[in-house]
Nanobody
Framework: VQLQASGGGLVQAGGSLRLSCAAS????????MGWFRQAPGKEREFAAS????????NYGDSVKDRFTISRDNAENTLYLQMNSLKPEDTAVYYC???????????????WGQGTQVTVSS
């Protein structure tokens, strides 16, 4: 499956952004999906995951209660709604597809190219 992330940009602290990840090539609903992020000089960090039908979601501690992951299987698209953004949320955000929703990046087989999110103070 091919993944194309979009929606990143520059936003002030306290603002919101919605990331999208368009999937193509294979049946989107067969995959658990995740969002990860990586800031310069830091390891890749789990942000959120969602099960194949969207019934189960999980969030990293640093984004819980501020970010919401969702998916539209009819449109083959994954979303990440990010509210109350903080400067420490600045990173490249990646969407990923795998066999089941997981917090570990090793569980994902396919990755998008990433989209930059920058939060100014």
């Amino acid at each position: 499956v091919q993944l194309q992330a979009s929606g990143g940009g520059l936003v002030q602290a306290g603002g919101s952004l919605r990331l999208s990840c368009a999937a193509s090539g294979r049946t989107f609903s067969n995959y658990g999906m995740g969002w990860f992020r990586q800031a310069p000089g830091k390891e890749r960090e789990f942000a959120a995951s969602i099960s194949r039908r969207g019934a189960i979601t999980n969030y990293g501690d640093s984004v819980k209660d501020r970010f919401t992951i969702s998916r539209d299987n009819a449109e083959n698209t994954l979303y990440l709604q990010m509210n109350s953004l903080k400067p420490e949320d600045t990173a490249v955000y990646y969407c990923a597809a795998g066999g089941g929703p997981s917090r570990s990046y090793r569980s994902y087989d396919y990755w998008g190219q990433g989209t930059q999110v920058t939060v100014s103070s």
